[in-house]
């Protein structure tokens, strides 16, 4: 592969169009590419490898653009290159993405990344295009070239600083770089995937190893205290087995303890009901004596009930006419006050009545009574209780103020008579409301010629004063004009003056800005200095931050497998914390099922001792008479049994009877979860190791944490050494830029100088500064083209005072027509004003005095109506009490009042009548009691100890439930031990297979990663084969190095870990200097500068070799060398360019990019880099 042409276009650090004729320099064999620091060397050789792959080398190819900043933005970037590959000529075209201003409106829109590949297909033929986009062309060049980009960079663009770095590198470095150029992909995915392997077999391992202790002490925690564990041997399946024959002793020991206590418990319970039915019988007979004696002092109240209810049957007839009476009685009383009412509303329209006193002088007295007539009876009237049960008391007393509320009331056709003057006044001032609508027109277009007055006024007064002020405006234009006219005189002399002190200001502002520049060339060149002695501790300081990023990445498998741990300990934790709270719930119900079990117990006792009491009036429900008893035999029956209230049957015996067992059973089962409860939480306890659920999660976030400090640190390892290469390349950056700096500031200093000896020739011959110069000009200037606007403003002047006279003339009529509007306006309004006071008197307006006059006539007529109504009322209420009098007296009352005390509810005589029934049934059930046999024979026995009873029954019931409970717990407990103990043996069924897969993948991994003690090299499998590339690269570079050192110092393959490995797999790759004069070999950090560079630049030479060959790709024709010629002494430079003469054969053409200037001397053949404020240029010589 050749290359021919280079054409740039906006690239990079090349603003305009650049071409570079590589035939032409490659006619010598070798050429120089050289520039000041950043003009854009490294550029040519990125736009060599753009144009062949579509990006640039390094770390540059992360660039946000790579079009020139400085280029106009209308201006794309571009690279065409031609080039010869294995005999084919070709042209590649290509275009990054940049953005470009819109054919339309404002903005910037994308123009895509594009690809051109063209072939000749002879010579002096027609260009045949191949290809046209990006990754056909990318394709069609590794085809040819049988070479990727990064191969290209290192076999065609030797960069030396990298290889240096390649040469003191570990062997973990040194593999990324052969990686890149080799592929071992097959290797490197094979350790990965062992790795892998050997991880995920050590956690399936340690998870059914965590599964199997997990049972074991879940067994230990379902044992509980009480039974006694042996002692743990090798074998878990062996232990579990003793543990599951103690269980079953246990459970056995248990049953027969229950045994015996149930049957103690029914002896003590037959003699506990025993006693207590003997009780029983003795408290009813003793009951019934008591309520016989009672029953004896109860005769007065049967005789009070049976008078009672004869008054109530009498007054039930007079009650119909009292409640009408009560009824009228209230109608007349609320049609008073609906009078009273009226009349109050309507007395400031009513004035005083003929001979009588005004009604607004009433005295409070009397408002008061008409408000509320007979308050004293009416509050006693509805809702009175006894003795007036009916409420008729008040109506004798409420006839007087009836009679005096009447004569109070106004006369009707009086206030009818004052309503109809109301209605008329009315009508009379509807006519006159038009006219108060017609006053406020008037004022409304009185006020409009007011405005329109004061307007007319305001612009009379404006024309006056600009009459007034045009005469002296005028003078003074004209005068402006004459001084305008003289100015446009001066101008010629004006001008050449201004033109020497513009040269001085601008020979000024240079020398400024060389100061200024000499200002800042300083400052880069001390900070160059510093940076120089300062690098150096910062490239140590990252290399030791890369070694302990590393070291912690290594620790991550451990960590996780320890959060691993700690998130199944704080689940064990929250289960513990939840199962606890629910023992204690299941305690509670353990508790409440006991008491309820109790409860029922003693009901079902209860029951059937109820039912033994009522036996014999059970028996007396069955006898029919004639037939013979079935207990005595007799046919008669004079004195059966009765039942003593609410009698037990057999099915409320059987209710109790299963209501009981239900108790029980649900007792059983409370204290069976209890048991379970308590075994889970034991176990969850055991695992979660005494750790509360904060103290877990706190474990768990602490080893959460950890895990994602060191794994930001494992993915922080590449930024570590992409940070210590950039630290390198600045050291190196940082001594060229010093050097070069100092050239500037002394070309920098000899411009300034001559600027200075101008500027003070030009002082000498000119009078006045630039500014005053400039000033006169323009004011001569200014006043010469202001002559021609000030004629025409002139003439306007003139023209304006004309046309404001004749304004003036009209606006004098307009105000005088104005004037008289306005007083015509004023006449038209008095008189309507007077008008529509007369008609509203002293309300506010004619609205106001309708609304008033209608409402006096609306309560008017609504006090006459309500006074007729009452009048009425108060004759029918008269009436209906008489009737009700006569009535009371005709059925033996002595008034109306007697009659109504005397009656009495269905309630009242339905309970009356009750009473006197219940006294008669509850005697003849006391006497039947008392008859009975067996509570006379109970009478007689002496009193049982049921405290006594009591005790021994609830002792013996005590141990029975105690004696279940531990039953229970046995059978709980051995059901659990027996389902662990199955999961015991699964867990250890999928555990030994798992731990022997894990021994063997842990083997294999660590043998293939150089981890383990059979791997005698450390050697990675990668890495040997990597180590046999490294190996020819090293027999390719020795042929160059040889003859480069004159014979001293030869590089060998080392394959022992090199020393800045902290690793234990770096094994395979290290390289070592070996020295002839000493015979001693070196590690390459200890070479000097200039041996670094001609050991580096013969690595990079041989690795070219290795990587042509291994690829198989074309033969490369030409080959370009970057920097690192500085350090050299010149016998060592000769050597080196000897030997990179020699890489001429075959007509090889080598590129030689430095900025020395030694170079300059012995490469004829240049190309130049030209650095400058708006972009960077080209030049061939």
Same mark, same amino acid.
């Given at each position: 592969?050749?290359?021919?042409?280079?054409?740039?276009?906006?690239?990079?650090?090349?603003?305009?169009?650049?071409?570079?004729?590589?035939?032409?320099?490659?006619?010598?064999?070798?050429?120089?590419?050289?520039?000041?620091?950043?003009?854009?060397?490294?550029?040519?050789?990125?736009?060599?490898?753009?144009?062949?792959?579509?990006?640039?080398?390094?770390?540059?190819?992360?660039?946000?653009?790579?079009?020139?900043?400085?280029?106009?933005?209308? +201006?794309?970037? @571009?690279?065409?290159?031609?080039? $010869?590959?294995?005999?084919?000529?070709?042209?590649?075209?290509?275009?990054?993405?940049?953005?470009?201003?819109?054919?339309?409106?404002?903005?910037?829109?994308?123009?895509?990344?594009?690809?051109?590949?063209?072939?000749?297909?002879?010579?002096?033929?027609?260009?045949?295009?191949?290809?046209?986009?990006?990754?056909?062309?990318?394709?069609?060049?590794?085809?040819?070239?049988?070479?990727?980009?990064?191969?290209?960079?290192?076999?065609?663009?030797?960069?030396?600083?990298?290889?240096?770095?390649?040469?003191?590198?570990?062997?973990?470095?040194?593999?990324?770089?052969?990686?890149?150029?080799?592929?071992?992909?097959?290797?490197?995915?094979?350790?990965? %995937?062992?790795?892998?392997?050997?991880?995920?077999?050590?956690?399936?391992?340690?998870?059914?190893?965590?599964?199997?202790?997990?049972?074991?002490?879940?067994?230990?925690?379902?044992?509980?205290?009480?039974?006694?564990?042996?002692?743990?041997?090798?074998?878990?399946?062996?232990?579990?087995?003793?543990?599951?024959?103690?269980?079953?002793?246990?459970?056995?020991?248990?049953?027969?303890?229950?045994?015996?206590?149930?049957?103690?418990?029914?002896?003590?319970?037959?003699?506990?009901?025993?006693?207590?039915?003997?009780?029983?019988?003795?408290? #009813?007979?003793?009951?019934?004596?008591?309520? #016989?004696?009672?029953?004896?002092?109860?005769?007065?109240?049967?005789?009070?009930?049976?008078?009672?209810?004869?008054?109530?049957?009498?007054?039930?007839?007079?009650?119909?006419?009292?409640?009408?009476?009560?009824?009228?009685?209230?109608?007349?009383?609320?049609?008073?006050?609906?009078?009273?009412?009226?009349?109050?509303?309507?007395?400031?329209?009513?004035?005083?009545?003929?001979?009588?006193?005004?009604?607004?002088? %009433?005295?409070?007295?009397?408002?008061?009574?008409?408000?509320?007539?007979?308050?004293?009876?009416?509050?006693?009237?509805?809702?009175?209780?006894?003795?007036?049960?009916?409420?008729?008391?008040?109506?004798?007393?409420?006839?007087?103020?009836?009679?005096?509320?009447?004569?109070?009331?106004?006369?009707?056709?009086?206030?009818?008579?004052?309503?109809?003057?109301?209605?008329?006044?009315?009508?009379?001032?509807?006519?006159?409301?038009?006219?108060?609508?017609?006053?406020?027109?008037?004022?409304?277009?009185?006020?409009?010629?007011?405005?329109?007055?004061?307007?007319?006024?305001?612009?009379?007064?404006?024309?006056?004063?600009?009459?007034?002020?045009?005469?002296?405006?005028?003078?003074?234009?004209?005068?402006?004009?004459?001084?305008?006219?003289?100015?446009?005189?001066?101008?010629?002399?004006?001008?050449?003056?201004?033109?020497?002190?513009?040269?001085?200001?601008?020979?000024?502002?240079?020398?400024?800005?060389?100061?200024?520049?000499?200002?800042?060339?300083?400052?880069?060149?001390?900070?160059?200095?510093?940076?120089?002695?300062?690098?150096?501790?910062?490239?140590?300081?990252?290399?030791?931050?890369?070694?302990?990023?590393?070291?912690?990445?290594? +620790?991550?498998?451990?960590?996780?497998?320890?959060?691993?741990?700690?998130?199944?300990?704080?689940?064990?934790?929250?289960?513990?914390?939840?199962?606890?709270?629910?023992?204690?719930?299941?305690?509670?119900?353990?508790?409440?099922?006991?008491?309820?079990?109790?409860?029922?117990?003693?009901?079902?006792?209860?029951?059937?001792?109820?039912?033994?009491?009522?036996?014999?009036?059970?028996?007396?429900?069955?006898?029919?008479?004639?037939?013979?008893?079935?207990?005595?035999?007799?046919?008669?029956?004079?004195?059966?049994?009765?039942?003593?209230?609410?009698?037990?049957?057999?099915?409320?015996?059987? @209710?109790?009877?299963?209501?009981?067992?239900?108790?029980?059973?649900?007792?059983?089962?409370?204290?069976?979860?209890?048991?379970?409860?308590?075994?889970?939480?034991?176990?969850?306890?055991?695992?979660?190791?005494?750790?509360?659920?904060?103290?877990?999660?706190?474990?768990?976030?602490?080893?959460?944490?950890?895990?994602? #400090?060191?794994?930001?640190?494992?993915?922080?390892?590449?930024?570590?050494?992409?940070?210590?290469?950039?630290?390198?390349?600045?050291?190196?950056?940082?001594?060229?830029?010093?050097?070069?700096?100092?050239?500037?500031?002394?070309?920098?200093?000899?411009?300034?100088?001559?600027?200075?000896?101008?500027?003070?020739?030009?002082?000498?011959?000119?009078?006045?500064?630039?500014?005053?110069?400039?000033?006169?000009?323009?004011?001569?200037?200014?006043?010469?083209?202001?002559?021609?606007?000030?004629?025409?403003?002139?003439?306007?002047?003139?023209?304006?005072?004309?046309?404001?006279?004749?304004?003036?003339?009209? $606006?004098?009529?307009?105000?005088?027509?104005?004037?008289?509007?306005?007083?015509?306006?004023?006449?038209?309004?008095?008189?309507?004003?007077?008008?529509?006071?007369?008609?509203?008197?002293?309300?506010?307006?004619?609205?106001?005095?309708?609304?008033?006059?209608?409402?006096?006539?609306?309560?008017?007529?609504?006090?006459?109506?309500?006074?007729?109504?009452?009048?009425?009322?108060?004759?029918?209420?008269?009436?209906?009490?008489?009737?009700?009098?006569?009535?009371?007296?005709?059925?033996?009352?002595?008034?109306?009042?007697?009659?109504?005390?005397?009656?009495?509810?269905?309630?009242?005589?339905?309970?009356?009548?009750?009473?006197?029934?219940?006294?008669?049934?509850?005697?003849?059930?006391?006497?039947?009691?008392?008859?009975?046999?067996?509570?006379?024979?109970?009478?007689?026995?002496?009193?049982?100890?049921?405290?006594?009873?009591?005790?021994?029954?609830?002792?013996?019931?005590?141990?029975?439930?105690?004696?279940?409970?531990?039953?229970?717990?046995?059978?709980?407990?051995?059901?659990?031990?027996?389902?662990?103990?199955?999961?015991?043996?699964?867990?250890?069924?999928?555990?030994?297979?798992?731990?022997?897969?894990?021994?063997?993948?842990?083997?294999?991994?660590?043998?293939?990663?150089?981890?383990?003690?059979?791997?005698?090299?450390?050697?990675?499998?990668?890495?040997?084969?990597?180590?046999?590339?490294?190996?020819?690269?090293?027999?390719?570079?020795?042929?160059?190095?040889?003859?480069?050192?004159?014979?001293?110092?030869?590089?060998?393959?080392?394959?022992?870990?090199?020393?800045?490995?902290?690793?234990?797999?770096?094994?395979?790759?290290?390289?070592?200097?070996?020295?002839?004069?000493?015979?001693?070999?070196?590690?390459?950090?200890?070479?000097?500068?200039?041996?670094?560079?001609? $050991?580096?630049?013969?690595?990079?030479?041989?690795?070219?070799?290795?990587?042509?060959?291994?690829?198989?790709?074309?033969?490369?024709?030409?080959?370009?060398?970057?920097?690192?010629?500085?350090?050299?002494?010149?016998?060592?430079?000769?050597?080196?360019?000897?030997?990179?003469?020699?890489?001429?054969?075959?007509?090889?053409?080598?590129?030689?990019?430095?900025?020395?200037?030694?170079?300059?001397?012995?490469?004829?053949?240049?190309? #130049?880099?030209?650095?400058?404020?708006?972009?960077?240029?080209?030049?061939?010589?």
């Amino acid at each position: 592969m050749r290359l021919h042409k280079l054409r740039l276009v906006a690239f990079g650090s090349f603003p305009g169009t650049e071409e570079v004729d590589f035939d032409a320099l490659g006619e010598a064999g070798l050429f120089l590419i050289h520039g000041p620091t950043g003009a854009g060397k490294t550029t040519v050789l990125d736009a060599v490898c753009y144009a062949l792959y579509g990006r640039v080398p390094g770390q540059r190819e992360s660039a946000r653009s790579l079009r020139c900043d400085h280029a106009p933005p209308d +201006r794309g970037p @571009s690279v065409t290159l031609e080039l $010869t590959i294995r005999g084919r000529r070709l042209r590649i075209t290509r275009s990054p993405a940049w953005m470009r201003p819109k054919l339309r409106g404002s903005g910037l829109v994308e123009e895509k990344a594009k690809a051109r590949v063209e072939e000749l297909t002879e010579p002096g033929g027609q260009w045949v295009v191949r290809s046209t986009r990006s990754d056909e062309a990318g394709d069609f060049v590794n085809t040819l070239t049988g070479m990727t980009a990064a191969q290209f960079c290192q076999v065609a663009m030797l960069p030396q600083g990298e290889f240096a770095r390649f040469l003191r590198a570990g062997g973990e470095e040194r593999r990324e770089l052969l990686e890149r150029l080799f592929s071992v992909r097959v290797f490197s995915d094979v350790e990965r %995937w062992l790795a892998d392997h050997r991880t995920r077999t050590w956690r399936e391992a340690q998870e059914l190893g965590q599964r199997v202790e997990s049972v074991l002490d879940r067994m230990r925690g379902a044992a509980g205290d009480d039974l006694p564990l042996p002692e743990e041997a090798g074998d878990p399946a062996a232990w579990a087995g003793e543990v599951l024959d103690l269980a079953r002793g246990a459970l056995a020991d248990a049953v027969a303890a229950r045994a015996a206590s149930q049957e103690a418990l029914l002896s003590a319970r037959a003699r506990l009901e025993e006693g207590r039915a003997l009780a029983d019988r003795q408290r #009813r007979h003793a009951a019934a004596l008591a309520r #016989r004696q009672e029953l004896d002092g109860a005769a007065d109240e049967r005789s009070d009930l049976e008078a009672m209810l004869d008054e109530a049957a009498r007054a039930d007839r007079v009650a119909p006419l009292i409640r009408q009476a009560a009824q009228r009685a209230e109608a007349a009383a609320k049609a008073r006050r609906v009078a009273a009412d009226a009349v109050l509303r309507a007395l400031p329209c009513l004035g005083p009545e003929p001979g009588g006193e005004p009604a607004a002088d %009433w005295p409070e007295a009397t408002r008061q009574g008409v408000m509320q007539p007979g308050t004293g009876s009416v509050a006693a009237r509805p809702g009175a209780q006894d003795p007036d049960p009916m409420g008729t008391a008040w109506i004798d007393a409420e006839l007087p103020d009836l009679e005096r509320i009447d004569t109070e009331l106004p006369d009707p056709e009086r206030v009818a008579v004052l309503e109809r003057e109301r209605r008329d006044e009315v009508a009379r001032v509807r006519q006159i409301l038009p006219e108060e609508a017609r006053l406020r027109q008037v004022r409304g277009e009185r006020a409009d010629a007011e405005r329109a007055l004061a307007e007319l006024a305001g612009e009379e007064a404006g024309l006056t004063r600009r009459l007034a002020a045009l005469p002296a405006e005028r003078l003074d234009v004209e005068e402006r004009l004459a001084g305008a006219r003289a100015a446009a005189a001066s101008l010629p002399g004006l001008t050449a003056a201004r033109d020497t002190a513009l040269r001085l200001r601008q020979v000024t502002g240079q020398a400024a800005l060389l100061d200024a520049e000499l200002a800042r060339l300083a400052e880069d060149e001390a900070r160059a200095r510093a940076a120089q002695a300062e690098l150096p501790e910062l490239l140590a300081g990252a290399e030791e931050r890369l070694r302990g990023l590393r070291d912690m990445a290594a +620790r991550v498998p451990a960590l996780e497998a320890a959060a691993q741990m700690a998130g199944e300990r704080l689940e064990a934790a929250r289960l513990r914390d939840a199962l606890t709270a629910d023992l204690e719930q299941a305690e509670h119900d353990r508790r409440a099922a006991v008491d309820l079990a109790q409860e029922r117990r003693d009901r079902l006792q209860e029951v059937r001792q109820a039912r033994i009491d009522g036996m014999a009036a059970e028996l007396a429900a069955g006898l029919v008479a004639g037939a013979p008893c079935a207990v005595c035999g007799a046919t008669e029956h004079p004195s059966p049994a009765a039942p003593a209230g609410r009698t037990a049957t057999a099915d409320d015996e059987q @209710s109790a009877q299963e209501a009981f067992e239900a108790a029980q059973r649900a007792r059983e089962e409370a204290e069976t979860t209890v048991a379970a409860l308590s075994s889970r939480l034991g176990d969850a306890a055991a695992r979660a190791a005494d750790l509360s659920q904060e103290d877990a999660s706190a474990a768990l976030a602490d080893a959460h944490e950890e895990l994602t #400090r060191l794994s930001a640190a494992e993915t922080a390892v590449a930024a570590a050494e992409a940070e210590a290469g950039r630290l390198a390349a600045e050291l190196e950056s940082a001594r060229d830029r010093a050097a070069e700096l100092t050239g500037l500031l002394t070309e920098t200093r000899t411009r300034r100088n001559a600027l200075l000896a101008e500027g003070e020739r030009l002082a000498a011959g000119l009078k006045g500064d630039l500014a005053t110069a400039e000033a006169e000009l323009e004011r001569a200037r200014s006043l010469a083209a202001a002559e021609e606007e000030l004629t025409a403003r002139a003439a306007r002047l003139a023209a304006e005072l004309e046309e404001l006279g004749a304004r003036a003339a009209r $606006t004098g009529a307009a105000l005088a027509e104005a004037r008289a509007q306005r007083d015509g306006l004023e006449a038209d309004e008095r008189r309507l004003a007077e008008v529509i006071d007369a008609a509203r008197g002293e309300d506010p307006s004619l609205a106001a005095r309708l609304d008033r006059l209608g409402e006096e006539a609306d309560l008017l007529r609504e006090a006459a109506e309500a006074t007729a109504a009452a009048a009425v009322a108060d004759r029918e209420s008269e009436t209906a009490v008489a009737e009700a009098a006569r009535a009371a007296g005709g059925e033996g009352f002595a008034s109306v009042e007697h009659a109504a005390a005397a009656v009495r509810t269905p309630e009242d005589r339905e309970t009356m009548s009750e009473r006197l029934g219940h006294l008669d049934a509850e005697r003849a059930t006391v006497e039947g009691l008392l008859a009975d046999p067996e509570l006379v024979a109970a009478a007689a026995e002496p009193t049982a100890d049921l405290p006594e009873l009591e005790a021994g029954h609830e002792h013996a019931e005590r141990d029975h439930t105690g004696r279940t409970s531990a039953r229970d717990r046995a059978k709980g407990r051995l059901d659990q031990l027996t389902g662990l103990a199955g999961e015991l043996d699964a867990a250890l069924r999928a555990y030994r297979p798992a731990e022997e897969r894990h021994r063997l993948a842990r083997r294999l991994a660590e043998l293939a990663t150089g981890t383990s003690g059979d791997n005698r090299w450390h050697m990675r499998l990668s890495a040997y084969v990597l180590g046999e590339r490294l190996r020819q690269v090293v027999d390719a570079a020795n042929e160059r190095l040889d003859r480069m050192s004159s014979g001293r110092y030869l590089l060998r393959h080392d394959l022992n870990r090199s020393a800045g490995d902290r690793g234990r797999s770096g094994g395979g790759l290290g390289l070592r200097v070996l020295d002839a004069w000493t015979g001693v070999e070196r590690d390459p950090a200890t070479l000097s500068g200039g041996e670094s560079f001609i $050991t580096s630049l013969a690595l990079a030479l041989g690795l070219a070799d290795v990587v042509t060959d291994e690829a198989g790709g074309a033969e490369i024709g030409s080959l370009f060398v970057d920097e690192g010629f500085g350090t050299l002494d010149d016998e060592t430079l000769d050597d080196v360019l000897d030997i990179l003469d020699g890489l001429r054969e075959g007509g090889r053409a080598v590129g030689v990019v430095s900025h020395v200037a030694e170079l300059r001397v012995r490469i004829p053949a240049q190309l #130049r880099v030209v650095k400058g404020r708006s972009g960077s240029t080209l030049s061939h010589r």
